[in-house]
């Protein structure tokens, strides 16, 4: 028991380190850069690939149709670990990629690159999926609404953009914010590809741990790492993830229970 709670204290001990602390809160700040992102970006991908979808029905717009729906089907029923191997293969990095890493707190080739290509993959996965939450939003809408905006000689852009969209989209917030937890916590799976996000990160100081748990002998015997060292840097993630996400849930079940109490 004595010697679990040195091992312990020690496995603490790499919490106190400065460095330690500054280089998680940087992937932490690496995992919601890539989640903030890749929910803005594909909430406008999806909400064209939703219109898309419902309202091109006729002649030639049925071309787009097909395209939404293909695209839409493809990355719902793939795994996203698929599309980041596929990104992080072939998805080139471009120069302008370099200030999203900086603005984050990385200057490396390898973080500058991940950061594009980690935004590109998540954002092709989520926006099939946002593409049908919105579309799902879309049909809540009545259709009175399209009949009143068209008699007072609204066109249809203007009927979109004016009454339709902004009723879809307050009546999905708390499925858009749900579907940003499970954005923030899909990040994690960067962790088997590269050392950049907040799991990344933990994992990198747990295979170095013996350099700040108390056991570091000499440059030919590196101490140890031990089970505390594992339980204390993946609970500390663990705490991370789950203040961020019960936050974001609180808000989804405050919305939910406002638009009940709300009258019909």
């Given at each position: ?37 890749t929910i803005l970006c594909s909430i ?170 108390g056991t570091w002998v000499d440059r ?41 109490k709300q009258p019909a």
């Amino acid at each position: 028991m004595e010697n679990f709670l040195t091992d312990l204290q020690g496995s603490f001990g790499i919490l106190r380190n400065t460095e330690v602390l500054l280089y998680l809160l940087k992937g932490l700040g690496f995992t919601l850069g890539i989640s903030l992102i890749t929910i803005l970006c594909s909430i406008l991908l999806g909400a064209v690939l939703a219109l898309m979808r419902n309202y091109c029905v006729h002649g030639a717009q049925r071309v787009l149709k097909g395209f939404s729906t293909f695209y839409i089907e493809l990355f719902r029923n793939t795994p996203l670990m698929l599309w980041m191997f596929v990104c992080f293969v072939m998805c080139p990095a471009p120069e302008f990629s370099k200030s999203f890493a900086t603005a984050l707190g990385f200057s490396s080739v390898v973080a500058v690159k991940t950061l594009f290509k980690a935004i590109v993959a998540f954002t092709l996965f989520t926006t099939a999926v946002m593409a049908e939450i919105i579309r799902g939003g879309l049909n809540s809408v009545p259709v009175g609404q399209f009949e009143s905006a068209y008699s007072q000689g609204f066109g249809t852009l203007h009927t979109m953009t004016l009454i339709v969209l902004p009723q879809a989209f307050r009546n999905i917030v708390p499925t858009l914010l749900s579907q940003m937890i499970t954005t923030i916590k899909d990040s994690s799976y960067m962790a088997s590809l590269v050392t950049v996000e907040l799991m990344g990160c933990t994992k990198l100081i747990i295979s170095k741990a013996n350099n700040y748990n108390g056991t570091w002998v000499d440059r030919f015997d590196r101490g140890t790492i031990h089970v505390t060292d594992v339980f204390v840097l993946f609970g500390f993630a663990f705490l991370v993830y789950f203040v961020i996400n019960f936050m974001l849930s609180c808000t989804v079940r405050r919305l939910r229970e406002r638009k009940r109490k709300q009258p019909a």
